[in-house]
């Protein structure tokens, strides 16, 4: 009687199969989130290079314009482009509680193309941040994949969303213009984290609405809000690159945005509806650890610290203490001996040698 009890709980995947048809898509989507990432990112620097100015404050109109002539970014968007086709196929198969979290494994493969490119090698700190994301996305995976649902979205749920999402532009929006001078790295992240968990709820309401043919005003409403999300949060993308290292921005994305996503289709979408009590801690706790992941990466990343310290660091997970400083740090330096010139050599009478 336990076992038949248990089984009429599990009601994702063994009542509807096809949910497994979501899951490699999702994957196939991460793989070119990965590489697209990368690729825009080498083009954001380029053209931060070119233009000498600085894009931490958010990318100037010439920029945004000289990022279509850079072929590395235009390559990486493209593929940000198929990495969007097949998580919209992914949704049409399995609930948005289910296809968002597996974005998480283009962080480890983000990870290993940059420390590749870039040579700053992984440490044990950051490999244990990555690790914890990871494993917390996993977990939250497949309770996700034992539980989740779907039913048709109704109108109230819909103009819920679009409420929510509303409120969430004006918040960051506002909190960007206030603190422009000072947003860092993570700051871009998390926002653009926010705002595409939305895009991706969006997504799939376009999507269910289609599917249970229920095409209206609302529907067309969803779309343009859809676009917009989608427009707002590529810009803090592209201004998170030129603050940050790629792996750290496909981190925060692969971790914000699916919390945001989950938490409406639990609380709005109802994908959860059957689940026991126990399923929704395991979603708290597997929630807790990829959001920690997040913020330890974001402080223990090799080439985020390398880049902000002004004394020499040691690439890898050791090694010793007076290894070659970073180019950041030779930067750094250089302005303040300008600044600050050392003091001339004098003998012992006090005189300055010629």
Avoid at 30 to 41: E, I, K, L, R
Avoid at 205 to 234: H, K, S, W
Wanted: charged share 10%; hydrophobic share 55%; with cysteine.
């Amino acid at each position: 009687m336990a076992l038949d009890e248990l089984t009429d709980d599990l009601v994702g995947i063994f009542k509807d199969p096809a949910i497994l048809i979501g899951i490699p898509l999702a994957l196939l989507g991460a793989v070119f989130m990965s590489f697209g990432a990368q690729y825009q990112h080498r083009g954001v620097q380029k053209v931060e290079r070119l233009s000498a100015i600085g894009g931490s404050r958010g990318l100037t109109g010439g920029q945004l314009v000289n990022l279509l002539r850079r072929p590395s970014w235009v390559a990486g968007t493209v593929m940000l482009g198929l990495a969007i086709v097949c998580q919209l196929a992914a949704l049409s198969f399995a609930p948005l509680i289910l296809v968002q979290p597996i974005g998480a494994i283009s962080l480890v493969i983000t990870t290993l193309l940059n420390a590749r490119i870039s040579g700053h090698k992984p440490t044990k700190q950051s490999i244990a941040a990555i690790a914890l994301c990871v494993v917390g996305i996993l977990i939250f995976v497949t309770i996700a994949a034992l539980y989740a649902t779907e039913t048709p979205v109704s109108d109230r749920q819909l103009i819920t969303i679009l409420i929510i999402l509303a409120v969430v532009i004006v918040v960051v929006g506002g909190t960007w213009l206030w603190f422009r001078d000072r947003a860092s790295a993570l700051f871009y992240i998390v926002a653009a984290g926010v705002i595409y968990g939305f895009v991706a709820t969006l997504a799939k309401v376009v999507i269910n609405r289609f599917q249970n043919e229920n095409f209206d005003y609302l529907t067309v409403i969803c779309v343009v809000a859809l676009l917009a999300g989608t427009a707002a949060g590529a810009y803090f993308v592209q201004t998170a690159y030129a603050s940050g290292p790629p792996d750290l921005v496909i981190a925060g994305l692969t971790v914000v945005d699916p919390i945001v996503a989950i938490v409406i289709g639990l609380t709005v979408l109802n994908e959860a509806a059957g689940a026991p009590i126990g399923a929704y801690v395991g979603f708290a706790i597997a929630g807790g650890m990829a959001v920690t992941g997040v913020f330890l990466l974001a402080r223990y990343h090799p080439q985020v610290v390398s880049e902000s310290q002004e004394i020499p660091i040691a690439r890898g997970s050791g090694g010793p203490a007076d290894a070659a400083p970073s180019t950041g740090s030779i930067r750094i330096t250089e302005a303040v001996a300008k600044v600050w010139p050392d003091p001339p050599v004098r003998d012992r009478d006090g005189r300055t040698p010629r």
